[in-house]
């Protein structure tokens, strides 16, 4: 179920050739969940869309897939190829999307699978689905360090970067730490940190409260010299949106979320080739 060792090997030649085509992989991280990552993935792969760039977004989170839905996409299924490859859909800005909910799956069935079978399945999207010529592939990892992001640094070949994604608490910047020594580990550039859910303005009266207190990740980011991407203020309004599917970066108003993302990609993308 798994491949033999000749069967993976020609899975990963495949990789290689795909990857070739592809200027830019970037891995987006978190050390824990609930600290905006997916969204994060989302909002920089469709701001890269939207300057135009050609972009793919690579859902490796397989027990609570959620591109499809952040991105509108509704049910939309990948399609298998006439050469026997798979045909990633597509959202309404041209951006690719490939996730596990798009196989078919029920919503509510879950993924119970031990770290060879993700693997095997990881394997599959990069070496099967028609990735095409791509100035990036945007790869939205689970939180961690376990077998999705190391399945996803070792297979995928001359990695861009690593973009690691906390929230400012000192809980969330002692597991973010985790995920750039991670990086560092592998060998893997990291390209910055994002500080997200960082302040929060009152609608209202236009104060503006620490709810999860601000500058752990920029602190974390100095000492360990790395850069800090940029911080994103904490929006009720952003929660809403993505349950909708629509990205804050693709919304006509500009807001202070809406702006803090843009910077952020115009910054990945200056550390791109």
Not at 6 to 27: H, S, T
Not at 90 to 110: F, N, Q, R
Not at 224 to 252: N, R, Y
Request: proline share 6%; with cysteine; aromatic share 4%.
């Amino acid at each position: 179920m798994h491949g033999t060792k000749e069967e993976i090997e020609k899975q990963q030649a495949r990789i290689n050739e795909k990857m070739a085509k592809v200027k830019n992989k970037i891995v987006v991280l978190s050390g824990k969940g609930g600290v905006g990552k997916t969204s994060t993935a989302v909002n920089i792969a469709c701001a890269l869309a939207k300057k135009g760039k050609k972009t793919a977004i690579l859902d490796t989170d397989l027990h609570g897939p959620n591109i499809g839905m952040m991105l509108g996409m509704g049910y939309a299924e990948l399609r298998e190829a006439e050469g026997g490859g798979i045909i990633a859909p597509e959202s309404p800005i041209g951006l690719k999307a490939v996730s596990i909910a798009m196989t078919g799956k029920h919503p509510d069935e879950p993924t119970i699978w031990r770290g060879p079978m993700k693997a095997a399945v990881i394997r599959q999207f990069l070496a099967d689905v028609e990735w095409g010529n791509l100035d990036y592939l945007i790869v939205d990892s689970p939180p961690g360090t376990g077998d999705e992001p190391l399945a996803v640094c070792q297979m995928i070949p001359a990695i861009t970067g690593a973009v690691i994604v906390s929230t400012p608490q000192d809980v969330a910047v002692l597991d973010a730490r985790k995920s750039i020594f991670f990086a560092k580990e592998l060998n893997i550039k990291v390209i910055g940190v994002i500080e997200n859910m960082s302040g929060f303005v009152c609608p209202h009266c236009g104060k503006e409260t620490e709810i999860f207190g601000r500058g752990g990740a920029q602190r974390a980011a100095k000492e360990l010299g790395v850069e800090l991407l940029g911080t994103i203020p904490f929006d009720p309004a952003v929660v809403l949106m993505s349950d909708k599917g629509t990205p804050v970066v693709l919304q006509e108003a500009e807001t202070p979320v809406k702006n803090a993302f843009m910077e952020v990609t115009e910054k990945i993308e200056a550390v791109s080739r």
